[in-house]
């Protein structure tokens, strides 16, 4: 483990290490860096001990996961930032000060609850220690306006009784306001929180597992192979690669810092502008977090908070996920086309197969993952099964190449194969042992070593991944908290109801862009629990499907990390496309404009989304009508990506451009005949878009 001094001062090359506003990468130097690493490995075991056994109630294991959460960001920030030793003590006290607050719940978790509503001066000390710590960890590590939003509710609880009606309420008095808050699963432990602590921590190290285990280079490698020809070859690259990461991942701000450091050059090197590369990365690697299996953090809340199976969520998100690429895909092909930009050579690009071929055991613990989760296990049990299939194959690589024949080495994989399967039958502990027996192995062989180092350095690399996410659940507890306490939220669905019941699409205008504005400063975690929880119940009165309404949601919460002036995912690409954030948000909101219509279009026909059937199902059958929702949004989207670009087989006409978006806009709406109009307006304006560009000389050729 001599290599740890390398680790701790930056991370792998083309790593996926999530970007933490306020903190440069690594776990820093000298002793207080190897402390900070090894804290973060701690803070991995102790989840995915609790993860694979849950002999911890669920309490003490969200006051724990709060309390490393605070000891980790803080010393980091100690380690990373502060410029004083007084300063770095400083930070340090408070990150142990708040992991204190988790041992305190866990050492005192029985006496909590029997004096729940009596809790004693040092419990109310306590607590208030620890909301006070979420609130300067979120600044700290998140940015002010989330926090300042937080605190704006929790100024609202002290306050509310002063306010005029409706805004009123009867009045909290400090004691109550902190009980709500510090203990119970109402304030900051609830359900945001239970969520990063029980699903989220264990999918974000087993992206970091596989990351390290070369499946980026194997998404990249599979993704200029198939795409690279095409016309604007390196943006299909980005979009495809990103896809890929998606599947694993779930986070968009860590896709643009992984693949965005090949992309992104790869664009500019063949004449994209920088502003439209870094666009590309940042709105394909949003996509990630609507890309099944492994969606984003929201997606697991989303199952938590409906109390439905994961799998109906990957299911609602399928077919949207393929229209959102499909618009990446469609919307560089016409930029590309609009540049005059080719594919790449063949004669220089990898062969997809070929990196299938050699990496295809990477894909086995996603396949696993896959099938647990749609076989009806739980998201913890199949991402802790699917993580502790991955250790096992990274660690069972060394010992297969210290044996000679091939004959034997395949004996080997099946023998490790058939014993990690087993857990099936036999349980956790059998696999655990499976583990622990190639972990011994290891030691003993060429390069198992550096192996166990790999696993070593996925472990705190992946806690520290998951800072930003366990942050944001934290201090958005304090807002869910509110609305639960106060009732303030019946007010504003009060409002959305009485505007729905005269227009419901003026109700889906004013969700929108209350996701969008709050995306301004916030992540899509909390953007999404705040506006669910305020605009999902009014939607569902107004006729809404439950699940729908949340996803319109959720689409638009990532939307928000797109659109200008505070767009985090571009601004994570703006150091590597060497451009302003700003510059990229115009060109992915660019790039991401057809697919606003896709909520509009399920909330409409939410067949899109796999739920309730419409007209057509009854006469024709649900499949045709999933069929047809889908050929009529991928038409539309194709329509108004045109009219946006304004290029299809040669430049637009102005009048071809509001026709293009005229017909979209008619596909799009469910009323009578919109449909038959759209389609004949869009065949219409693209024949004869068609025979113009035949006329021009010379043509626009199209590989």
């Known amino acids: 483990m001599s290599d740890l001094a390398a680790v701790e001062s930056k991370p792998a090359p083309h790593s996926a290490e999530e970007a933490i506003e306020g903190l440069p990468s690594g776990f820093g130097s000298g002793m207080a860096g190897r402390i900070a690493f090894w804290i973060a490995f701690t803070f991995s075991l102790f989840q995915l001990w609790t993860a694979a056994y849950g002999t911890l109630p669920s309490q003490v294991v969200r006051a724990m996961h709060v309390g490393f959460l605070l000891l980790l960001g803080f010393v980091l920030f100690g380690n990373l930032v502060a410029k004083t030793k007084a300063g770095k003590v400083w930070f340090w006290s408070l990150g142990i000060l708040g992991f204190l607050t988790g041992i305190y719940n866990w050492v005192f978790y029985e006496q909590l609850i029997l004096r729940s509503g009596f809790h004693t001066p040092l419990d109310l000390t306590v607590a208030t220690v620890m909301i006070v710590l979420v609130f300067e960890g979120a600044r700290r590590l998140m940015g002010l306006p989330l926090t300042i939003i937080a605190a704006i509710f929790l100024a609202y609880c002290f306050f509310g009784q002063y306010f005029p009606p409706p805004f009123i309420h009867r009045g909290y008095d400090f004691e109550l306001i902190v009980e709500h808050f510090g203990f119970g699963t109402e304030g900051i432990y609830g359900t945001p929180i239970y969520v990063s602590a029980a699903y989220i921590f264990i999918f974000v190290v087993f992206a970091a597992f596989l990351e390290r285990a070369g499946m980026l280079a194997l998404f990249n490698d599979f993704a200029l192979g198939l795409v690279g020809t095409w016309r604007g070859g390196p943006a299909q690259v980005c979009v495809m690669s990103s896809a890929l990461m998606g599947t694993i991942s779930g986070s968009g701000v860590a896709n643009v810092v992984a693949s965005g450091q090949f992309t992104i050059p790869l664009m500019k090197r063949f004449g994209f502008r920088s502003s439209f590369a870094g666009g590309v990365e940042a709105t394909s690697s949003m996509g990630g977090q609507i890309m099944p299996p492994v969606m984003g953090a929201v997606a697991f809340i989303m199952a938590e908070t409906l109390n439905v199976p994961y799998a109906d969520i990957v299911k609602a998100a399928l077919i949207p996920a393929i229209l959102y690429f499909g618009v990446c895909f469609w919307t560089v092909f016409l930029e590309a086309g609009k540049a005059g930009l080719r594919g790449m050579d063949r004669a220089e690009l990898p062969n997809p197969w070929h990196a299938v071929r050699e990496h295809w055991p990477l894909v086995l613990p996603l396949a696993v993952l896959v099938y647990l989760l749609f076989a009806g296990y739980t998201p913890i049990f199949a991402g802790t099964m699917g993580l502790a299939l991955v250790v096992v194959l990274i660690l069972g690589m060394p010992l297969a190449a210290s044996i000679g024949p091939f004959v034997f080495r395949l004996v080997f994989w099946l023998a490790v194969g058939l014993a990690a399967a087993s857990f099936l039958k036999f349980g956790v ?275």
Not at 473 to 481: D, F, K, L, R, S
Not at 492 to 521: A, K, Q, Y
Not at 622 to 627: G, H, K, Q, S
Not at 633 to 659: D, K, N, T
């Open 429 to 703: 502990n059998f696999l655990a042992l499976v583990i622990l027996a190639l972990i011994a192995a290891c030691f003993f062989v060429k390069g198992g070593r550096e192996t166990l180092g790999i696993c070593r350095d996925a472990m705190a690399e992946g806690a520290k991944n998951a800072l930003p996410v366990g942050i944001a659940c934290a201090i958005v507890g304090i807002v869910i908290g509110t609305l639960t306490l106060t009732g303030i939220a019946s007010t504003f669905i009060g409002f959305i109801i009485r505007v729905g019941e005269d227009n419901l699409f003026l109700s889906l205008v004013l969700t929108m862009i209350t996701c969008l504005i709050l995306g301004m400063g916030i992540p899509t975690i909390p953007n999404y629990i705040i506006t669910s929880s305020l605009a999902g119940p009014a939607l569902l009165e107004l006729g809404v499907p439950l699940l729908v309404s949340h996803m319109f949601v959720f689409y638009f919460g990532i939307m928000a990390d797109l659109t200008p002036p505070v767009a985090l995912a571009c601004f994570a690409a703006a150091p590597m496309a060497k451009t302003s954030g700003l510059k990229i948000s115009i060109q992915a909101t660019k790039l991401a404009a057809a697919g606003f219509i896709v909520p509009f279009m399920a909330v409409y026909t939410p067949a899109l989304m796999l739920q309730d059937a419409g007209p057509i199902a009854a006469a024709w059958g649900y499949p045709v009508e999933v069929a047809y929702i889908f050929v009529k949004a991928c038409f539309g989207i194709a329509l108004w990506g045109v009219a946006v670009v304004g290029f299809l087989f040669a430049p637009l006409a102005m009048w071809e451009r509001v026709l293009a978006f005229a017909a979209g806009a008619s596909v799009v709406l469910a009323l009578p005949w919109t449909d038959e109009l759209g389609w004949a307006l869009g065949i219409i304006m693209v024949g004869q878009h068609w025979l113009r560009a035949r006329r021009s000389s010379p043509p626009v050729a199209v590989p």
